[in-house]
């Protein structure tokens, strides 16, 4: 006679969640811990365990199987101790017993590795970001990038480069757009667009190096006594740095609030280019002034590439930006395109580019930035731009420069690369910045 058991399949297992009562004793012979607890408090791309003994808490990662090997893992223990060793509050692996850093784990979808780590004392930067805090991270940050610049890359890691942030992301939307071959072919588009822009960004210190790869406030905790520890160095790798301005406007005194425009970074909402981020600005300014450490009059605007576009765009639409600084503006539409020297072999290109992002978007093109950027004036404008920067950059800030009223200044960086003014010069790039800002603001010293 059969049974129900006798014609059942087994089911491959993709993602299993390990018992936190059978981890409990694992972890406490492996490590040597007394009256151990152990409980599930995440299950994302890790799992994590909160280990509660007699020594006190401690944090066990558990990796998805084949995910990450077993060389990438331990090259990522290995940055942290040696972060640690030179003195940035990180969370650290634990050691096992026999000296071991990875404890192997029979799971049902094969085998997974566990890491035990020292907690982060404090509490989530997420739940007490003010802005002393803020700042203790951009600080922290620029620190990590600082000693990683010091330290042997981990080869083991896989890499945040164009492959890893575009072309594999591509790769896996391929099956989601179906019969959608119009949207397809746009998104490919775009990603074409992008990587051109990717391709010509700096990848050398202090714009490319090893990085955190997810500093989100989430991966933060700061203590009472105000000692902030960085933790999840899973994403860690070497790539393109995105908080090296906001620490280098900090270094100065100066509050930085960071901010994608919707469709770009952790922003949700459709790619536009940025030709309606002016409401973003508009949204990142009210933000601004209801703080009240935050003084109205002295809100300016820092962009690179596209950022230096919609910083621009922004403060012709609204007062309440007080100083602008672009650092590689370009041409955003065919109107910007033929406002400078134009190869009419590229126009249809252009046109098409405009209006298909048009149709997608069901924008109008924003007027050329040299028919906005004279109402920028009497506030200051500083543009900077790039000898080897993307298509046109000289001469366009050259024409945004003439359209602009006074007061304003203009400074070309011969050898550098598109936005590559830091890496190219950076203690110029830092003092003529911070310079302009003080100009601006006629600041004194403390909070701007």
């Known amino acids: 006679m059969n049974t129900h058991a006798e014609h059942s399949r087994c089911i491959p297992v993709q993602r299993s969640i390990l018992s936190a009562e059978a981890l409990a004793p694992i972890v406490a012979q492996t490590y040597g811990l007394d009256r151990v607890r152990c409980q599930l408090i995440k299950s994302a791309m890790l799992d994590t365990y909160q280990i509660l003994a007699a020594t006190g808490p401690a944090i066990l990662r558990i990796y998805p199987a084949q995910r990450r090997t077993e060389t990438a893992i331990l090259a990522e223990l290995d940055v942290l101790a040696r972060l640690h060793a030179a003195g940035l509050a990180v969370s650290t692996p634990i050691l096992q017993l026999n000296g071991e850093q990875l404890l192997a784990v029979q799971a049902p979808e094969g085998v997974r590795y566990a890491a035990l780590f020292t907690f982060a004392p404090g509490q989530p930067l997420s739940q007490q970001c003010t802005p002393p805090n803020a700042r203790l991270f951009g600080h922290t940050l620029a620190q990590l990038h600082a000693i990683a610049d010091t330290l042997a890359h981990p080869l083991a890691r896989p890499p945040l480069d164009l492959s890893t942030l575009l072309d594999r992301s591509i790769t896996a939307l391929d099956h989601v757009f179906g019969q959608r071959t119009a949207d397809w072919v746009w998104l490919q588009q775009v990603a074409t667009t992008v990587r051109s822009h ?55 005194g100066y509050g930085v609030l960071l901010l994608d425009v919707r469709g770009h970074g952790n922003s949700g909402g459709q790619f536009t280019l940025g030709w309606d981020a002016n409401l973003d600005i508009d949204a990142a300014i009210a933000y601004l002034r209801a703080r009240p450490d935050v003084d109205p009059d002295r809100i300016g605007a820092l962009g690179l590439s596209m950022g230096g576009e919609v910083a621009m765009q922004a403060a012709a639409h609204t007062e309440r930006l007080k100083v602008v600084v672009s650092d590689g503006a370009g041409a955003r539409s065919i109107g910007d395109s033929l406002s400078g020297p134009v190869n009419p072999l590229a126009v249809p290109a252009m046109w098409t580019s405009t209006y298909a992002l048009a149709l997608f978007t069901g924008l109008r093109p924003p007027p050329p930035l040299t028919e906005l950027i004279p109402r920028i004036t009497p506030r200051p404008l500083l543009i900077i731009s790039a000898g080897h920067g993307m298509g046109g950059e000289i001469e366009l800030s050259d024409l945004f420069y003439a359209a602009a009223g006074e007061p304003k200044q203009r400074w070309q960086i011969p050898e550098a690369g598109h936005t590559g003014g830091l890496a190219a010069r950076p203690q110029e790039y830092e003092t003529q910045v911070i310079a302009f800002f003080d100009a601006a603001f006629v600041a004194p010293a403390g909070n701007r």
């Open 198 to 252: 990717i391709a010509a960004l700096p990848t050398e210190p202090p714009w490319y190096g090893l990085c955190h790869g997810d500093a989100g406030s989430a991966n933060a905790h700061v203590s009472a006594d105000g000692c902030l520890t960085l933790f999840d160095f899973d994403m860690c790798g070497v790539g393109w740095r995105a908080y090296d301005i906001a620490a280098m406007m900090a270094r100065h």
